[in-house]
């Protein structure tokens, strides 16, 4: 769980430094959040694999690094969905301004993270 809390505090910093080379619309929200969650994706498979699930042998590598992809696309669709829902549906742009679109990412992260890691532990680590 701690590797996942330093990349969710990590990716919602980085969408924040991306943000700053976009406009601030609706469809570069999304992508900024799936560009980041992609590059933490790749980061937090490597620190999960070295620190968290070092039990996987080296034979199973390969195998776990596809789980990993499918399980990290499928919440980042998760994430990006909820963050939008966050920010302009449930008015985190207006509640939280001028950082609504940080809180809104950070909440869909941190509620996100815990299924993320979950569904990892069960079926990209599991235990031998």
Request: charged share 10%; net charge positive; glycine share 8%.
């Amino acid at each position: 769980m701690l590797v996942g809390a330093i990349m969710a505090i990590a990716s919602v910093a980085g969408r924040e430094l991306l943000a700053l080379l976009f406009p601030d619309t609706r469809p570069f929200y999304l992508a900024t959040i799936l560009i980041v969650y992609g590059v933490g994706t790749f980061l937090g498979f490597r620190l999960q694999e070295t620190f968290t699930f070092s039990r996987v042998p080296a034979t199973n590598r390969h195998a776990s690094l596809i789980g990993f992809y499918a399980v990290a696309v499928s919440v980042g669709i998760l994430t990006a969905a909820l963050a939008y829902f966050f920010r302009y549906d449930l008015g985190f742009e207006n509640i939280f301004a001028p950082m609504g679109a940080a809180a809104a990412y950070a909440c869909s992260t941190l509620i996100t993270s815990v299924a993320s890691y979950s569904l990892s532990a069960r079926f990209v680590f599991p235990r031998q």
